[in-house]
């Protein structure tokens, strides 16, 4: 029963750590409230099945430790090197794969976020504890430098209309400038110029804040979570 006392173990973090009761979380590993009691208290044998489905809740949770009880209960992993940008409303998905793509640069947020263009992801990423994204892209430039560097990946959350921005949050942003397309990432505030303009500020002291008109804006996706890489070699 070894498994068995490994699940409950489990399963009290888990429920105290997302503020959910036993029966929500029998719900999230698409088991009966009723299988769950029995497995916590012994009394169901865990099979292989049983094993995946609280594998597959929270990718954190580490296989050797939950079959043969050896090492830690979670995966270790950088905290360092991810991110995650929350707002109050957001909710937390344990078990997201978001897909990962890389646009041309001439291409910009308006093409990727087209529905009537299926844009193919190139891989797939998983932050553990992440708000609902929509998408991933691999950083380009300096701007929100030291925050996030040229090589990190952001994920993202697609905000349809720009009348509907969160002050003082990061945002990707595809903007028309004199008929060029810009794509960039910034801070975008409220405008003194008024409510037809927005303030685009950089995390990097080295690039000037600017005030750009709303309709300028191509497309736009609130910044949820960035993952670091650290090349070695």
Not at 17 to 34: A, C
Not at 88 to 96: A, E, F, G, M, V
Not at 131 to 152: E, H, N, Q, T, W
Request: charged share 25%; with cysteine; net charge negative.
């Amino acid at each position: 029963m070894e498994v068995n006392n490994r699940i409950k173990e489990f399963c009290s973090w888990y429920s105290k750590e997302n503020k959910i009761t036993q029966k929500e979380l029998s719900g999230l590993v698409d088991i009966s409230s009723s299988q769950l009691s029995s497995i916590i208290n012994g009394r169901d044998k865990v099979g292989l099945l049983i094993v995946e489905k609280f594998l597959n809740l929270d990718t954190r949770l580490d296989a050797n430790w939950l079959i043969t009880g050896k090492g830690e209960m979670l995966k270790e992993y950088d905290k360092n090197s991810q991110t995650v940008f929350k707002l109050k409303t957001d909710y937390n998905l344990n078990n997201q794969f978001i897909p990962l793509y890389e646009i041309d640069a001439s291409a910009g947020l308006i093409t990727l976020f087209d529905s009537q263009i299926t844009q193919n992801p190139v891989g797939e990423i998983s932050i553990p504890n992440a708000p609902k994204c929509d998408g991933a892209l691999y950083v380009r430039g300096d701007s929100m430098y030291p925050i996030l560097k040229s090589g990190d990946i952001v994920a993202y959350k697609t905000i349809h209309d720009p009348n509907n921005i969160f002050w003082g949050e990061m945002y990707l942003i595809d903007i028309d400038v004199e008929g060029e397309q810009y794509l960039t990432i910034k801070y975008i505030q409220r405008s003194d110029k008024g409510d037809d303009y927005v303030y685009l500020v950089s995390h990097n002291g080295n690039h000037q804040p600017v005030h750009i008109l709303k309709s300028n804006i191509r497309a736009l996706a609130l910044v949820k979570a960035s993952i670091r890489y650290n090349s070695m070699g």
